[in-house]
């Protein structure tokens, strides 16, 4: 808020999860609240899986305009709003969702912000054209999802799942359509034909920020320097799949960089417009 008091006038946002203890969104989202001039307030809610239909089903009594979605509610939360509110389309494609609105009717909408934040990020830091490109996808849960459903809705030419359950790539492959599942045997080659290679599991994570700078999603030495290597995971800032990307000349795009240009996104969407990216960023790495 411009002059930083709470009063009864405030609109409150929150994400909601479990755990949420270590989420940047509190930091990011408040910056660009305080940056804008908004009566608005954003709070960190843990919630247990069973009090994700009670939290929702009470937004309007309580007056919350919005959250984020974090996990593991992602997929629970698209159910839910399905069944009381409204989906749009990337949610009902991809059964993931990350962000609810309360619109002045009291109603709820849900929509899921995740996958035009990661390609948002790849365009405005590597200055590169998600059209026409060639993309290898590592992962296949919900963050997958998102991000194949939007590398389709921007115009890739080839979008191709790797995941170490053949089984799962194949369920997100027939969600989203327009896409392929890669084969472990021919990894190697996908790589080195696409331009864009993202991953969107959790090896690198590290809670504590530190990293080992040791796991990585697949062997580093398949990156080279043609590539733009997006992670999405944010601590460590640098995982090892980035340092070896850097290494050797890549163009790197980090977890943070797409978190806050999904948040900008989350922001449009309660808002009607977005914040600034930079301003997020400096303010998550502030806190660092």
């Given at each position: 808020?411009?002059?930083?008091?709470?009063?009864?006038?405030?609109?409150?946002?929150?994400?909601?999860?479990?755990?949420?203890?270590?989420?940047?969104?509190?930091?990011?989202?408040?910056?660009?609240?305080?940056?804008?001039?908004?009566?608005?307030?954003?709070?960190?809610?843990?919630?247990?899986?069973?009090?994700?239909?009670?939290?929702?089903?009470?937004?309007?009594?309580?007056?919350?305009?919005?959250?984020?979605?974090?996990?593991?509610?992602?997929?629970?939360?698209a159910?839910?709003?399905?069944?009381?509110?409204?989906?749009?389309?990337?949610?009902?494609?991809?059964?993931?969702?990350?962000?609810?609105?309360?619109?002045?009717?009291?109603?709820?909408?849900?929509?899921?912000?995740?996958?035009?934040?990661?390609?948002?990020?790849?365009?405005?830091?590597?200055?590169?054209?998600?059209?026409?490109?060639?993309?290898?996808?590592?992962?296949?849960?919900?963050t997958?999802?998102?991000?194949?459903?939007?590398?389709?809705?921007n115009?890739?030419k080839?979008?191709?799942?790797h995941n170490?359950?053949?089984?799962?790539?194949e369920?997100?492959?027939?969600?989203?359509?327009?896409?392929?599942v890669?084969r472990?045997?021919?990894?190697?080659?996908?790589?080195?034909?696409?331009?864009?290679?993202?991953?969107?599991?959790?090896?690198g994570?590290?809670?504590?920020?530190?990293?080992?700078?040791?796991?990585?999603?697949?062997?580093?030495?398949?990156?080279?320097?043609?590539?733009?290597?997006?992670?999405?995971?944010?601590?460590?800032?640098e995982?090892?799949?980035?340092?070896?990307?850097?290494k050797?000349?890549?163009?790197?795009?980090?977890?943070?960089?797409?978190?806050?240009?999904?948040?900008?996104?989350?922001?449009?969407?309660?808002?009607?417009?977005?914040?600034?990216?930079?301003?997020?960023?400096?303010?998550?790495?502030?806190?660092?």
């Open positions: 808020m411009s002059n930083e008091v709470v009063n009864a006038p405030t609109r409150i946002a929150a994400i909601i999860g479990n755990p949420v203890a270590q989420s940047l969104s509190p930091v990011i989202h408040n910056a660009v609240f305080r940056s804008l001039g908004v009566n608005w307030l954003y709070l960190a809610f843990l919630v247990e899986s069973e009090k994700v239909r009670q939290t929702l089903t009470e937004m309007a009594a309580l007056g919350i305009a919005g959250y984020s979605v974090t996990m593991p509610h992602k997929n629970e939360v159910r839910i709003v399905a069944e009381i509110g409204e989906v749009d389309e990337v949610v009902k494609k991809t059964s993931a969702a990350n962000t609810v609105m309360l619109r002045s009717d009291n109603s709820i909408f849900a929509t899921n912000t995740d996958g035009q934040g990661a390609c948002n990020a790849i365009e405005s830091v590597a200055n590169f054209k998600i059209a026409g490109s060639r993309v290898v996808l590592l992962g296949a849960g919900g997958a999802s998102a991000v194949a459903y939007a590398l389709v809705k115009g890739a080839d979008v191709l799942v170490r359950s053949s089984q799962r790539a369920e997100l492959v027939t969600k989203i359509g327009s896409c392929r890669g472990q045997a021919e990894l190697a080659n996908d790589v080195e034909q696409a331009q864009i290679v993202i991953n969107t599991t959790p090896v994570f590290d809670p504590s920020g530190a990293g080992s700078k040791t796991e990585s999603p697949i062997d580093v030495r398949l990156i080279k320097s043609h590539h733009i290597v997006l992670d999405a995971v944010y601590r460590p800032l995982t090892s799949l980035l340092a070896a990307a850097k050797v000349g890549a163009k790197t795009v980090d977890g943070l960089e797409m978190l806050v240009h999904q948040a900008a996104l989350q922001q449009e969407i309660w808002l009607g417009r977005r914040g600034d990216t930079k301003l997020m960023r400096d303010a998550a790495l502030n806190t660092q």
